[in-house]
């Protein structure tokens, strides 16, 4: 068995850079979520660049889509149309996630972007990401994560894979935002097997 929090992640919001993906490596962080796209059509070429770094160091990096209200299909194709050539969906990467904090996506869209990435990507597993509060009050899981769906919560309580709110597919804890990255710990039972590719 092992420890909870023990694989240790990080994440990379817009525009947030890693300089030296090779000492992050060094530093035991074995995971890296790296949001690459947003909406219907953006794309931050710099992550992109973050994102073949990073698997190039050995970190098992995914990407990561902010979703803005509506298009979910045309959202999840345009992760897909981008990720795809940067090796984000090859065996060991981070699973595909969705950032779903913005107002307004809701669990419609949730489920419809899962779909529509599984089509386009011929993958089965994905994370969705969003605030304590999103999953406590917004969204209703159980009404669209199957057993290739891990949730992935932010609660900033300083206490690795320990979120304080418990779902069957709760996967992922971003406990704290050291170093201007969110720090990210797997919740028992979870293994870094379960999120990857």
Not at 180 to 196: E, I, K, Q, R, S
Request: hydrophobic content about 45%.
């Amino acid at each position: 068995m092992t420890e909870p929090g023990a694989e240790r992640g990080i994440s990379l919001s817009l525009h947030e850079t890693v300089p030296d993906w090779a000492a992050v490596r060094a530093a035991s962080i074995t995971f890296a979520s790296i949001t690459v796209t947003e909406s219907l059509n953006w794309t931050d070429s710099t992550a992109a660049r973050q994102l073949r770094d990073a698997l190039h160091a050995g970190v098992h990096a995914g990407i990561r889509h902010f979703a803005r209200p509506g298009g979910a299909q045309d959202q999840a194709r345009h992760l897909v149309r981008t990720g795809a050539p940067l090796g984000a969906f090859a065996p060991g990467a981070l699973a595909p996630a969705l950032d779903a904090r913005a107002e307004g996506v809701d669990d419609r869209f949730v489920k419809a972007w899962i779909k529509a990435v599984r089509n386009e990507a011929g993958l089965r597993r994905v994370l969705v990401y969003a605030a304590f509060d999103d999953w406590q009050h917004r969204f209703r899981p159980d009404k669209w994560a199957d057993s290739d769906v891990v949730l992935w919560l932010i609660r900033h309580n300083g206490i690795p894979g320990r979120p304080g709110w418990f779902h069957s597919r709760l996967g992922l804890h971003q406990h704290s935002a050291g170093n201007g990255f969110g720090a990210d710990a797997l919740v028992y039972p979870f293994t870094l097997a379960d999120v990857l590719l």
